[in-house]
């Protein structure tokens, strides 16, 4: 599976952003998709995702101002609203397939500042 992760960009505070995930490859083994992020200096870690058994797990730092959706089977999005300064990171897309490997995108750039 390959992972093209776009959209990300410079925003104010206060704004949106749409990132985009896009699958290719053996895309109906993925059961499980998501975004996770890494800010300079910190860990990787997870925004939010839609698992195998159709949860959908937030960052307590992002619930009610983040939305993930699959619109699609090679889809993922993750909308951001009233952005923060402390939501700036490199963004990665990740899928967890039916033979249990995980893929990750090469990351998009999400910064956040006036």
């Known amino acids: 599976v390959q992972l093209q992760a776009s959209g990300g960009g410079l925003v104010q505070p206060g704004g949106s952003l749409q990132l985009s995930c896009a699958a290719s490859?053996?895309?109906?083994?993925?059961?499980?998709m998501g975004w996770y992020r890494q800010a300079p200096g910190k860990q990787r870690e997870l925004v939010a995702a839609?698992?195998?058994?159709?949860?959908i797990p937030y960052a307590e730092s992002v619930k009610g101002r983040f939305t993930i959706s699959r619109p699609a089977a090679d889809t993922l999005h993750l909308q951001m609203n009233s952005l923060k300064v402390e939501d700036t990171a490199v963004y990665y897309c990740t899928v967890t397939t039916i033979h249990e490997n995980d893929y990750w995108g090469q990351g998009t750039q999400v910064t956040v500042s006036s």
């Open positions: 490859g053996d895309i109906f083994t993925i059961v499980a």
């Open positions: 839609i698992t195998k058994r159709g949860e």
